[in-house]
């Protein structure tokens, strides 16, 4: 991933054993993009050969991973919607299916949230799978709208306001 190193706005996450940051080298961007791999395309069928599309070659794309004792286990990537940076999305929120229940996947979306209210932005929204609306709701996200097929799956529009209580 060309610049990450710049982006140094995007403060680490920790808590006990987990980590997560920005990705910072190319090896890191590639097991970032590994990880994907794993979830949406080996798991979950959500993509029959590769999750990557055109938000990853933007330069303003963020890739970030989560790391359980030092181990890359987890990722997330999160891009503003706009020019002025008002509204960001967050999507490929994965962690390894031997990894999960370690409080990754919620660090994970923390570190989102926290990344691009640092960056200026005031609103986050993402496309829940619905087995996962309850996960968000706990972290303080709220519905958008009624389910709609994302995808080819349906899934939950959720978001949350990048206030700073909003971005424990
Ligand atoms: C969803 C996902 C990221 C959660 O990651 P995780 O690391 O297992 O989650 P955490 O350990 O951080 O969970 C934090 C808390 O939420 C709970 N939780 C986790 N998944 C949940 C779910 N789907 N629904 C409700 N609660 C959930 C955990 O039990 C934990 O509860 P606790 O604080 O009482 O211990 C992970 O299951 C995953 O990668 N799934 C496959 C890919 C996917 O579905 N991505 C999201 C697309 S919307």
Redesign the pocket.
Known sequence: MSGVSSRSTAAPRSAGSVLCRLAVSDAELEAHYRLRLT?FVEE?SLFAESDVDGHDAQPRTLHALGFIGGEPC?AVRVYPLEPGAIEWKGDR???LADY????????LVRFAVTTARLLGGQRMI?H??L??V??FE?LGWQVQAPPAPFHGVVHQLMSIALTASASP
Do not use: C
């Open positions: 979830v979950q987890g929120l994965a962690v999960r229940a370690h409080h990754l996947g919620a660090e993402a829940v799978q087995p996962n309850a996960f706990r």
